[in-house]
C-alpha cells in the first residue's frame, strides 16, 4: 500500500502542505492524541478544514465521517509519503553568514536531515570548519558528493555568481536544489530547483499589511 | 494615478510575483532595454507569458499589442505598487545564528528595507553587537519600536518561544511579522504573519524530486 501511496499523484499545493500536517500530527502523537476531527485539526495548523478535507482525499481514504482521524495512522502515512525515514544527504555551497546558519542549525527538527558537506570557492574559508563540517574547494564537489552519497544541495551563493555553483551541482548528478538566490538559474529539464527568496517574502508582507492598514482606517 | 492602483486589489498570487518582475525590470533598466514582450520576459523571470500578461493586467494597462512593455514605466508602478522608496524599519527579534545571518546580510539588494534593532532573552548576548546593531533585551522591545520607528518584525525565534515573542511584537503594535518558526502563532485578525518555513520546502523539493525520479525509471 506505501508503494501504491508513493506512487499516485498529489497536488502540489497538496504536497507543501503535508510537512506541516505531519510535524502537528506528531505533536498530537506526542501528547497521546489518537484520533482528531477536521475542524479541530483544522484549528490547530490554521488552514480551512475543507483544504484539509481535500490535501487529505488526495493521499487516500484516510477517515470515517463523525469519527475524524486517527493520529497514528495519519503519520505512518504521511511519514511514508514524505519518506522521512530515509536519511537525505545534503551538500552546501556558500559558506557566508546565511550558509553557517544552516550549517549550524543542521535541521535539527528533522533527523533525517543532514548537511553533510560544504563548499566554498573563498581561499581564505578552505579547510575551516563550521562546527564539525570542513569548509572544502568548490572543485572537490563531485569527489565529495560520490564519496557522502548526497542526494540534495543547498545554494546560498549570490545572484551573480549562483548559476556557476548550480551547474557544479547539476554536474555533480544531483537533481534537487534548495536556490536560497532570488534570480532565476537554468537547468536540465530533469532537474527540480525551488528558490526560498527572503526578501520577496518580506515585501509581499509589507505590501499585504499596507494594503490592510489603507482598508482599515 | 498611483493612488488608484494602491487602492486597486491584487490577487495574493500576483502581488507574490511583482517583487520579482520587479528586480527583472531593475536589471534590464540597468542594461538599457526600454522595451521587453511578454515572451521575452517570460523566458528571463521563467514564468509562463499568460501568467504574465494577467498579472499585469490585474494591475492596469501596461502594454500595446505588438509592441511590449515599456521599461521604465513598468518600473515606476511596480515601484509605487510595492512602495518601494518609502524605507521599511525593521526589528528582529532572536539573535542565534539565523538572526545573526539576517542583521550581517540585511537585505542589502534592497536600500529601503534596514534591520534597524535586534532583541534577544538571553543575559550573554545583551549589549553585545551585530555589526553596528546593539542587542537588546525582549523587555525593551515597545520603547525601541516607538523611538526607532520600526514598521515591521521578523522573528527567528524558535517555535517552543515562538508565541511569547510574537506576542511581544503585536502589543508593539506593529502588524506585519515575517516568521521563521513554522508552527502556527495566535495573532488579532489585523495582524499579518507570513511564514518562511525552509525545512517544509526543503521537504516539498525532496518529494517532487523522488516522484520525477521515480517516474523517469
Redesign the interface.
Known sequence: MNELM??KAIP?AT??R???YL?YLKMLGDSEVIRIKSKEFSE???IPSATIRRDFSHVGELGRSGYGYDVPYLIEVFSN????QEE?R?ALIGC???G???V??N?R??EN?NIVCAFDTDPEMIGTKIDDVVIQSIDEFQQAVNKEGVT?A?STVPSQYAQNAIDVIVDSGI????NFA???VTVPN?V?V?Y???????????????????K?K
Open positions: 508513493k506512487n502540489k504536497a507543501k503535508l510537512p506541516l510535524r490547530l495548523v490554521q509519503i514524505l519518506n522521512t537525505k545534503i557566508g553568514n546565511l553557517k546558519a544552516l549550524k542549525n535541521f527538527r528533522n536531515l540534495v543547498i537533481t534537487a536544489i534548495l532570488p534570480d532565476r530533469n527540480n525551488q526560498i527568496d527572503m526578501t520577496t517574502e518580506l515585501q509581499t508582507l509589507i505590501y499585504f499589511d499596507e494594503k490592510f492598514s489603507a482599515k
